[in-house]
């Protein structure tokens, strides 16, 4: 695994030679900014504090039920993913770094990590408006809903970027592995529509749903459970990543 650091090096610095990051990155400042101003005035009424202070959490309205995060974040995933190794097959270049001392689970590794590292980066600007909200919106943020809703944005994002990789190793194509990547995160947020469907399935689809478990994360719930699942997924995506790669070069 000698190798992984800087292959993560590369690919950090090729996502910041295009415009793609940076428009992202732009996105999220302003949804960032745009969810506070809505917390700050929701606060700033009487009722809405009280019920804050009672049994609800403002993170909820700030990342979790936020429809314009979901929204970015579904796009943002399978633009910063889709080309991580489908350009490289494309253009014909994984060829020239798989003949070096490389490993497919390092090639893998190097560029799930620097997508992680990007997708974190996204969730910086939520964090930077935190400390304002008790000055602006007389309001005093418990730690345990932000330590527990930033475990678990960490494990959904490691989960999604790698569900994006294993797409990206599958395809010379890179808009097929961002459509992919998208109709499996979208899946992942709407399979709460089938409570409506089939209710005896709710907790089944509720367990499932990463739409419930950033709520329950945010709420201050920290389910071991659910960070097992995102782990679990994640390190079986990455597994179908580096064996796509192997039977790509065995071929």
């Known amino acids: 695994m000698r190798h992984v650091p800087a292959l993560v090096k590369r690919e950090l610095s090729s996502y910041f030679l295009r415009p793609m990051a940076y428009f992202v990155l732009l996105g999220f400042q302003v949804i960032a900014m745009l969810d506070y101003f809505q917390l700050v005035e929701l606060l700033s009424e009487p009722r809405a504090v009280l019920s804050f202070s009672g049994q609800l959490n403002p993170m909820n309205y700030y990342v979790a039920g936020s429809w314009m995060f979901w929204v970015a974040l579904l796009i943002a995933v399978p633009a910063l993913t889709m080309r991580l190794i489908a350009e490289e097959r494309r253009t014909g270049t994984i060829e020239g770094l798989m003949t070096v001392p490389v490993t497919e689970t390092e090639v893998v590794l190097g560029k799930w990590i620097a997508g992680v590292v990007m997708y974190l980066a996204l969730l910086v600007p939520f964090a930077i408006y935190l400390p304002f909200l008790k000055q602006v919106g007389g309001y005093e943020l418990d730690p345990e809903p932000l330590i527990s809703l930033a475990v678990g944005l960490t494990t959904m994002g490691m989960m999604f970027m790698s569900?994006?990789?294993?797409?990206?190793?599958?395809?010379?194509?890179?808009?097929?592995?961002?459509?992919?990547?998208?109709?499996?995160?979208?899946?992942?947020?709407?399979?709460?529509?089938?409570?409506?469907?089939?209710?005896?399935?709710?907790?089944?689809?509720?367990?499932?749903?990463?739409?419930?478990?950033l709520s329950e994360f945010a709420a201050g719930r920290l389910d071991l459970r659910v960070v097992a699942l995102h782990l679990s997924v994640t390190v079986f995506a990455l597994f179908l990543a580096v064996k796509v790669l192997e039977a790509r070069r065995e071929s």
């Open 163 to 213: 569900i994006g990789v294993a797409f990206s190793a599958a395809t010379r194509n890179q808009v097929e592995a961002a459509v992919g990547t998208f109709v499996v995160l979208l899946a992942m947020l709407l399979i709460t529509v089938l409570n409506q469907v089939v209710p005896e399935w709710a907790e089944a689809v509720s367990f499932l749903s990463v739409y419930v478990q």
